[in-house]
């Protein structure tokens, strides 16, 4: 199956992303389509994204991957990554899918790991187009994340007076101070290879607000009863783990969550076996292609 390139606009900006159809669907036997999400700062070039699409069209879904405003090829203002900019941007891309004469209007779920996956759910939570949701090593409280990521009195301390510096430096110079992606959501450097290229390494300060103020949590509750699916590895050196089972928490029914021994953040992004079949069991279940 070969993708094709797609554009829609979100905000009057024109975002890029790439269409693959399964083979057989048309006007007259419409596919199910899900959305693919990228990471923080990262593209639809990364393995988190183009693995799960081609994994979900050879079970006969439709995918749309899409670089997010301020990213890859999309328009917007370089590396100024706005939580609630990006749930724009996937609501945009609902409304380009549904009007496609290929895609079932009614069957479009979405999926994303990490950011995207704190992006998926807050979608789903505050739209109801999405039939079916699907977070990957996601978060639900940002300030909680963050908390967990810059752990102890020092590390906090300096992560905090970044958030105070940039706002002093916004009202001071009107311009945003730019901030390196390891200060914001630390990596370890053993899993940096997995971070696509093309990513962005600086983004202004109002991203890292944007995400300590991001409550995916409030709304996740909302989602039922349309199904859930949270994945997360059992020990996360990225987003913690408790994340997602706070989630859960929150949501409805039917929600499933699954951890994963034995594997790290980037869970869909190499050998997972095993993870694959846990989201095709629960895909035939809840959102059969």
Known sequence: MNGQYVTFTSDGLKIAGVLTLPAGCGPDKRAPAILVL?????????????????????????????DMRGCGESEGEPARIICLDQVADTRSAITF????PSIDPK??????????A???????????????????????????KFRAQHPGPEAWAKFSAMLEEGKR????????????????????????????????QMFPHET??????????????????????????????????QQSIDLFGHAGQPTELHLFSGADHFLLAEDSKRELRVLSDWLAKYFPA
């Open 118 to 144: 704190a992006v998926t759910v807050y979608t789903a939570g505050v739209d109801d187009r999405i039939a079916a949701a699907i977070s990957v090593g996601g978060w639900g409280d940002g300030e909680k």
């Open 38 to 66: 990228h990471g923080f700062g990262s593209n639809k070039s990364s393995k988190t994204v183009t693995q799960p699409c081609e994994f979900l069209n050879g079970l006969g879904y439709a995918t749309l991957a899409f």
């Open 169 to 200: 430096h916004r009202a001071a110079t009107g311009k945003s101070l730019m901030v390196p992606r390891y200060d914001i959501v630390p990596i370890p450097p053993a899993l940096r290879g997995h971070v696509a290229p093309g990513s962005v």
């Open 208 to 241: 890292a607000q944007s995400m300590y103020d991001f409550r995916a949590n409030e709304v996740v509750g909302k989602i039922a009863p349309r199904p859930l699916l949270l994945m997360h590895p059992a020990v996360d050196s990225v987003t913690p783990t």
């Open 107 to 116: 069957r479009i779920a979405c999926m994303g790991t990490s950011f995207g």
């Open 97 to 100: 899918l549904q009007g496609q």
